[in-house]
T-cell receptor
Framework: EAGVTQFPSHSVIEKGQTVTLRCDPI?????LYWYRRVMGKEIKFLLH????????ESGMPNNRFLAERTGGTYSTLKVQPAELEDSGVYFC??????????????????FGPGTRLTVL | AQRVTQPEKLLSVFKGAPVELKCNYS??????LFWYVQYSRQRLQLLLR??SRESIKGFTADLNKGETSFHLKKPFAQEEDSAMYYC?????????????FGTGTRLQVFP
């Protein structure tokens, strides 16, 4: 079974440009998450899709970030325009189904290899 | 506020020595705690979770609600244990199970 894939693996752009990151979750996984690790800091949650719906986008830093998951399959994360502080590693993760709520166990999240974004 | 603290950025030990990677959390409800590991040139992967109460690759972690800790332990470290370790919690919300990570601890095991 193929794992979570992300493209590109590395992107170098100049401040003010636009970049689109792509994530392909494990086939059949309804949940898709985006996280980001800025150098020296913790991995931070950005948002969570359940199928094509945004379940939680509380971690999105500002309106320069736009995430989509049309059709509930792959997802894209667009940064427009990119700023220096957007540099970091962007991780995508997926999990099969949501078992949350009182007494529910959290599904294991499977991570992609990450996209390293460098904004110059 | 929900927070995970890993006080050590780097932990260096010799092969065969005991290892303890510290993790403390703050959360008012009943969190689920996890340890994720990232080996060199590999992706982040789940090592263990507190509800499983199992040992993976010789590692164990016990949730101590009184001390709000979830330290990762191994009695005898191996060179292949060298990696980046992240403690994480999943907040019990009705609509999301996002993970909140600590800053990570790099474990170096010398021969």
């Amino acid at each position: 079974e193929a794992g979570v894939t992300q493209f590109p693996s590395h992107s170098v752009i100049e401040k003010g440009q636009t970049v689109t990151l792509r994530c392909d979750p494990i086939s059949g996984h309804d949940n898709l998450y985006w996280y980001r690790r800025v150098m020296g800091k913790e991995i931070k949650f950005l948002l969570h899709f359940v199928k094509e719906s945004k379940q939680d986008e509380s971690g999105m830093p500002n309106n320069r970030f736009l995430a989509e998951r049309t059709g509930g399959t792959y997802s894209t994360l667009k940064v427009q325009p990119a700023e220096l502080e957007d540099s970091g590693v962007y991780f995508c993760a997926s999990s099969p189904g949501f078992l949350g709520g009182a007494g529910g166990a959290t599904d294991t999240q499977y991570f992609g290899p990450g996209t390293r974004l460098t904004v110059l | 506020a929900q927070r995970v603290t890993q006080p050590e950025k780097l932990l260096s030990v010799f092969k065969g020595a005991p290892v303890e990677l510290k993790c403390n959390y703050s959360y008012s409800g009943s969190p689920e705690l996890f340890w994720y590991v990232q080996y060199s040139r590999q992706r982040l992967q789940l090592l263990l979770r507190h509800i499983s109460r199992e040992s993976i690759k010789g590692f164990t972690a016990d949730l101590n609600k009184g001390e709000t800790s979830f330290h990762l332990k191994k009695p005898f470290a191996q060179e292949e244990d060298s990696a980046m370790y992240y403690c994480a919690l999943s907040a019990e919300h009705y609509n999301t199970d996002k993970l909140i990570f600590g800053t990570g601890t790099r474990l170096q095991v010398f021969p």
